[in-house]
């Protein structure tokens, strides 16, 4: 078969494959079912991919929130057994808030969402603030979304993640979660 034929034998199976659906947003958070393909949008704030995150870093120097979940023990893991989990990289300069992009939280995990913002920005809620965690992770999404809902007007969501941002070739370093 000539580079030709082969060439558009490619370019037909690929023009009778279905265009990928759009996601849309939803009303509220998504609530269960994190790791699947997301939305291009949130509203109320703007969304940065991997090329133009370094130049919004270097330019307008925003907080970087890191919203994954922290890994937590087995269940059915003996008490006094030392648990090693795997290291967790995060962008540099980054702070881990685990656990609060997850579709609905307790009261008191609003409530230190809302005080580890205020500390990260200075009480700004006008500082630029970039949420992320994984890609096609909804978790940052439904962050991004509360945060706009706190009255942060200059939130950034970052839908690429720490993976998308090391597979770049982009530096990470260790990160620890916030208490």
Not at 98 to 113: E, H, L, M, N, S
Request: glycine share 8%; hydrophobic share 45%.
């Amino acid at each position: 078969m000539s580079i030709f034929v082969r060439g558009l034998a490619v370019a037909m199976f690929a023009m009778a494959l279905p265009a990928a659906a759009a996601v849309t947003e939803p009303d509220g958070y998504r609530m269960d079912h994190y790791r699947a393909p997301v939305p291009d949008t949130v509203h109320g704030a703007a969304v940065v991919h991997t090329a133009a995150l370094p130049g919004l870093i270097a330019q307008r120097h925003p907080v970087l929130i890191d919203v994954l979940p922290a890994p937590e023990p087995p269940a059915d893991q003996r008490p006094g057994l030392p648990r090693m989990p795997l290291p967790h990289r995060d962008i540099p300069g980054s702070i881990w808030l685990a656990d609060v992009g997850r579709g609905a939280i307790t009261p008191q995990k609003d409530a230190w969402f809302r005080t580890a913002l205020a500390q990260a920005t200075g009480g700004d809620r006008n500082a630029p603030v970039v949420f992320y965690c994984l890609s096609r992770c909804w978790m940052s999404w439904n962050a991004t979304k509360r945060a706009v809902s706190y009255g942060y007007t200059q939130a950034f969501w970052y839908p690429e993640g720490a993976d998308g941002w090391e597979a770049a070739g982009y530096a990470t370093e260790t990160a620890t979660p916030r208490k």
